[in-house]
Antibody, heavy 117, light 108 residues
């Protein structure tokens, strides 16, 4: 069974940093592109970032480029999102999602990030 | 353009058919995928590659595409279909992904 489990969310002050993790199991992690998607309270889904299967290429939404860094450790079957210079508008549930090539076919349960003083 | 546009809300009578649409320039180049999200839950992929369903998704869900518009159709809507629905595709550059704003479906 495919499982994606996010962790690392919490309360952080504006300007602070946080590192999210997404532990993958039940599939060959190194074969898949992976994404981070976020959802502010009461709002819609927003794509954040993508990383290719070998980690060689990353892309970011304009709203987080230069502040967030996506990475992966295929040996540990884990996806990461390093978030720096956090702003109030980054407050959201952050989901990791597996890219099946035709859509995001598996999602984690999400981890809540709250940016507030 | 990097936007996908959806109607904010749609309603359907129990057992009737409803179509949810998604418009955007990128849909001329890329198929949309569709996601169902119920309150407090993660999204679930319901349609990919224009009109394919992952295993476990009822066949009352179908997709179609024409020009810059993709559609999700639910034929014989059930109470459990009440949810938010989002479309998604790559943007026109192909380097980013984008979600529509979501459609809240109410089953009456």
């Amino acid at each position: 069974e495919v499982q994606l489990v996010e962790s690392g969310g919490g309360l952080v002050q504006p300007g602070g940093s946080l590192r999210l993790s997404c532990a993958a199991s039940g599939f060959t992690f190194s074969n898949y592109w992976m994404h981070w998607v976020r959802q502010a309270p009461g709002k819609g889904l927003v794509w954040v970032s993508c990383i290719t299967s070998d980690g060689s290429t990353t892309t970011y939404a304009d709203s987080v480029k230069g502040r967030f860094t996506i990475s992966r450790d295929n040996a540990k079957h884990t996806l990461y999102l390093q978030m720096n210079s956090l702003r109030a508008e980054d407050t959201a549930v952050y989901y990791c999602a597996r890219d099946a090539g035709v859509g995001f076919d598996h999602w984690g349960q999400g981890t809540l990030v709250t940016v507030s003083s | 353009s990097s936007e996908l546009t959806q109607d904010p809300a749609v309603s359907v009578a129990l057992g009737q058919t409803v179509r949810i649409t998604c418009q955007g320039d990128s849909l001329r180049s890329y198929y949309a995928s569709w996601y169902q999200q119920k309150p407090g839950q993660a999204p679930v992929l319901v349609i990919y590659d224009k009109n394919n369903r992952p295993s476990g998704i009822p066949d009352r869900f179908s997709g179609s595409s024409s020009g810059n518009t993709s559609s999700l159709t639910i034929t014989g809507a059930q109470a459990e279909d009440e949810a938010d629905y989002y479309c998604n595709s790559r943007d026109s550059s192909g380097n980013h992904w984008v979600f529509g704003g979501g459609t809240k479906l109410t089953v009456l």
